[in-house]
Every structure is written in structure tokens, then in C-alpha cells.
Nanobody, 126 residues
Framework: QVQLVESGGGLVQAGASLRLSCAASGRTFSSYNMGWFRQAPGKERDFVAA????????YYADSVKGRFTISRDNAKNTVHLQMNSLKPEDTAVYYCAADRGGWGLHLTVAGNFGSWGQGTLVTVSS
């Protein structure tokens, strides 16, 4: 399995931007589809974005479409989540996840990912 470590979270004001990063260990990173999920206090872990192993395909939750961008650099074993126009409702712990199966809408479901990072907290103040 791949090991994942997120970074880049913090406290920002509404309207600001943050860039989250997820560093992966192992030589097979380029064979994994990657996802970002988030979990607010007292709520379930929700899908944010996913990117295929090649980087050619992406999915976004409707709530972040047009504001967030997922990208990856297979040479550096990293995946990023650029978050613009942040809103207070974006406040959550953000998790990076990896899956080695095929690409598809099943990747919008947290239970279909086999590897997870420890999470990074994003707090957006109004």
C-alpha cells in the first residue's frame, strides 16, 4: 500500500485561497487514482475531488466545482488540491486517499479507497 501525508491546511478568511498537498511513498504512485475528501465536525466524510492515475480524468463535488482544482505530479509522487474562493462551509479536515482500481464514479465514495492520510485541518473564518 501507498503511504500518504497531507500538508497545507491552515486558518484563512473567507475568499482566500489554500493549496493542499499530499505526498505519497512508494514507486507505484502513478498507478493509483487519487482523491480528496473532507470531514466537518459531527458530519460524515464527504467527497471533494478525484483524479485518475494519468491525470487526464477528474471528478468534483458540486459544492466545489469551479473553485477547487485537483492535480498531480507523478514524477514527484504528489497530488494537490488548489482551493480558491474559500467559504466558511469549506471548514473541515481534508484527507487524501488512494485507490489502485479502475477509474469511475465509485471513486466519489470514501469506502472505495484503500489508503488514507492523517488529514490536514482547513478553517475558513467569515
Amino acid at each position: 500500500q501507498v503511504q500518504l501525508v497531507e500538508s497545507g491546511g491552515g486558518l484563512v478568511q473567507a475568499g482566500a485561497s489554500l493549496r493542499l498537498s499530499c505526498a505519497a511513498s512508494g514507486r507505484t504512485f502513478s498507478s493509483y487514482n487519487m482523491g480528496w475528501f473532507r470531514q466537518a465536525p459531527g458530519k460524515e466524510r464527504d467527497f471533494v475531488a478525484a483524479i485518475s492515475w494519468s491525470g487526464r480524468n477528474t471528478y468534483y463535488a458540486d459544492s466545489v466545482k469551479g473553485r477547487f482544482t485537483i492535480s498531480r505530479d507523478n514524477a514527484k509522487n504528489t497530488v494537490h488540491l488548489q482551493m480558491n474562493s474559500l467559504k466558511p462551509e469549506d471548514t473541515a479536515v481534508y484527507y487524501c486517499a488512494a485507490d489502485r482500481g479502475g477509474w469511475g464514479l465509485h471513486l466519489t465514495v470514501a469506502g472505495n479507497f484503500g489508503s488514507w492520510g492523517q488529514g490536514t485541518l482547513v478553517t475558513v473564518s467569515s
